[in-house]
């Protein structure tokens, strides 16, 4: 099983709430602190392309790796000179350019929205609904995930709570992507009405994992 908690732009562009942020993720069992790359000239999405090498370091410090998704041929470039393990592709990217770029590099690929699930070998389609926040009437879970080709192999969610991403890993998932926050009431990003408290994340690592090995 793969945890991923999404910080995204929920440090609102503050360097010690990121550290802070990834510390806690760490601490709850994410496996992945996602960031995004974006704009360099964002004060708060620019924070993470300005900031790489740091993040990097903070996260290797506390045990979790670090990923990204990208969102320009200069991110790529510089998640290469890091040394990213793996990359993400986010949902509007998925037909672009950029898209085949990355898929290109060979190295493991999660990709949200690709209808067919994993494309190639080392792409791995994971399911999304592009909705923030996803409310429960237009929650959508594949019936089944797995590693063959076709098929969905984890699940990235904008769903309250974390009853859909164990629906997910009860189907098969073996990646749950979820977005973290250090409080759901901060109302400047959006993403953080829709998170999962720290504590939150921890028990759907708990009991996820509990799950998986039953499957």
Known sequence: MI?????GSNHKGIMAIAHEMIRQSALAGADIAKFQFRDPHDPIRG?????????????????????????????????????????????????????GAIMREGKETFASGIENGRINQNVRGIACVSCYPTYPRDVWIPDSFSDRPGDYYGYSSHVHGIS?????????????EKHVTMDKTECSIKDNAFSLSFDEFQMMVFVGTEMARLL
């Open 47 to 99: 924070l993470a392309i300005n900031n790489a090498s740091q993040l990097a370091d903070w996260c290797d410090h506390y045990g979790i790796e670090l990923m990204a998704s990208i969102f320009s041929f200069e991110a790529l470039e510089l998640a290469k000179s890091i040394g990213m393990n793996r990359y993400k592709i986010a949902y509007q990217m998925k037909n672009s350019g950029l898209a």
């Open 164 to 176: 859909d991403a164990l629906v997910a890993v009860a189907r098969g998932a073996k990646y749950i």
């Open 3 to 7: 945890f991923v908690a999404e910080i």
